[in-house]
């Protein structure tokens, strides 16, 4: 088998150490060709990070570029069109990988049908409450529809490599014709900590007729820090809500049935607004009043957005990056 060359792309927003650690762990990597771009859309680095960034840039090690903004699929394009890989492996700025991780991407691509890889990921803020005997071998059916997928798909506990309709954006690899010859490239409207522009982007996929795959071998960790990394707001923060619901709102109209889209609304409604499994959330009718306001104002901000498309397909860091 002929190994692609792979692109290792890494955004990342207001990281430090940790920076520095994911891309130690990617440089110690057991497969012989492969290249790694950072997109740094952070202000100011620490004198320290700066001196590493820039040393390993100096070395040949990394290409490192900077920006002067913050958007998570404005920065996956922004490397996209700068790599050269047959495939684009797209990791966050706080994960910690094994050596063989690059490998285990690497060979589901041999398979000319697999556009995609989705890798396993282990939240380190949730393995207090990983149960290894909840092993899943074959997802519901589900996990495969659009609507409600994303209460169904478990690609923590799922052993057994499958077919699956979207990846977690901190471990996911493409095709890079995906980009090239199909022009499906990440929706720069998606804001905020651009929740479900990986979804957008993956559900997009399925018109090309090529399959996402997933592989629990393809597995790293995930941090998961509170604030930074590829977006410029915490999770905590009201413009987190607005931009949630936003987000899947509009992944919702771009992609999915009429049918689709009222399940995937009243299952948002009932699982983040009034709190039930699995999102456990407050039942103080106070929050739950908030959450119903920052929902409502999500899809009418979503709305306005989809109206806006008509004029305006919104690749604002594209075009920039492009003038």
């Known amino acids: 088998m002929t190994l692609p060359f792979i692109s290792v792309l890494i955004p990342t927003y207001g990281r430090e150490q940790i920076l520095c650690d994911t891309i130690v762990d990617?440089?110690?990597?057991?497969?012989?060709?492969?290249?790694?771009?950072?997109?740094?859309?952070?202000?100011?680095?620490?004198?320290?990070?700066?001196?590493?960034?820039?040393?390993?840039?100096?070395?040949?090690?990394?290409?490192?570029?900077?920006?002067?903004?913050?958007?998570?699929?404005?920065?996956?394009?922004?490397?996209?069109?700068?790599?050269?890989?047959?495939?684009?492996?797209?990791?966050?700025?706080?994960?910690?990988?094994?050596?063989?991780?690059?490998?285990?991407?690497?060979?589901?691509?041999?398979?000319?049908?697999?556009?995609?890889?989705?890798?396993?990921?282990?939240?380190?803020?949730?393995?207090?409450?990983?149960?290894?005997?909840?092993?899943?071998?074959?997802?519901?059916?589900?996990?495969?529809?659009?609507?409600?997928?994303?209460?169904h798909l478990n690609l923590v506990h799922t052993i057994k490599p499958q077919q699956v309709i979207t990846a977690r954006g901190c471990n996911m690899s493409f095709r890079r014709t995906l980009f090239q010859d199909h022009n499906i490239w990440f929706d720069e409207r998606f804001r905020g900590s651009a929740v479900r522009e990986e979804s957008d982007f993956c559900l997009r996929i399925r018109q090309t007729g090529l399959k996402i795959w997933y592989d629990p071998e393809a597995h790293l960790v995930h941090l998961g820090e509170e604030t930074g990394g590829c977006h410029d707001i915490g999770t905590r923060s009201l413009k987190y809500q607005m931009t949630f619901y936003h987000n899947h709102f509009l992944m919702a109209m771009k992609n999915l049935t009429v049918s689709q889209f009222l399940r995937l609304a009243a299952k948002l409604f009932d699982c983040h607004v009034l709190g039930n499994p699995p999102c456990y959330k407050s039942k103080s009718p106070i929050k739950m009043l908030t959450r119903g306001l920052f929902y409502t104002l999500g899809l009418g901000n979503a709305l306005v957005t989809r109206i806006q498309s008509l004029w305006n397909d919104g690749q604002v860091y594209t075009k920039l990056d492009q003038a």
Do not use: C
């Open 26 to 151: 990617v440089l110690k990597q057991d497969y012989p060709d492969y290249e790694v771009i950072v997109v740094d859309q952070t202000v100011n680095h620490t004198p320290e990070t700066l001196a590493y960034l820039e040393s390993m840039a100096e070395d040949g090690k990394i290409q490192w570029y900077q920006v002067p903004w913050a958007s998570l699929p404005g920065a996956r394009n922004y490397g996209v069109r700068r790599a050269k890989g047959d495939v684009v492996l797209f990791i966050d700025d706080d994960v910690q990988l094994t050596p063989d991780f690059l490998a285990a991407h690497a060979k589901n691509f041999e398979h000319s049908e697999v556009g995609a890889v989705a890798g396993r990921v282990f939240d380190r803020m949730k393995l207090a409450d990983f149960d290894p005997d909840l092993l899943i071998e074959d997802l519901p059916p589900q996990a495969m529809d659009p609507g409600i997928a994303w209460y």
